[in-house]
């Protein structure tokens, strides 16, 4: 599964089903420059079981407000809507890795 761009309009529909790693970023941050390579790499290695859904904060502010992102990248663990599990700054994949399986 191809990682996702989501809105304000389109938060909701992107992340009511299943395990959702959400990454609340935005494009003048480098820290979430670097954590987007790792992020393609975990959708290739996870994509059947996590969807991976991005939030540029700038754009998306009601987002971002709604789940007081106050620092970024911010990484949400969603199951089924709700919030399970997050974690702040860069990360390495195999934190990811068990970040999200801990929830699948």
Do not use: R, Y
């Not at 700038?58 to 399970?84: R, Y």
């Amino acid at each position: 599964m191809a990682i996702v761009n989501a809105t304000d309009q389109t938060f909701t529909a992107e992340t009511e089903n299943g395990v959702v790693l959400v990454d609340f970023w935005a494009p003048w941050c480098g820290p979430c420059k670097m954590i987007a390579p790792v992020l393609e790499e975990l959708a290739a290695e996870m994509g059947e079981k996590v969807k991976i859904v991005k939030v540029d904060v700038d754009e998306n502010q009601e987002t971002a407000g709604k789940f007081e992102v106050m620092s970024i990248p911010s990484l949400f663990v969603m199951k089924d809507g709700k919030v399970v599990d997050k974690t702040l700054g860069f990360k390495p994949k195999e934190a990811l890795v068990e970040l999200v399986s801990k929830h699948l």
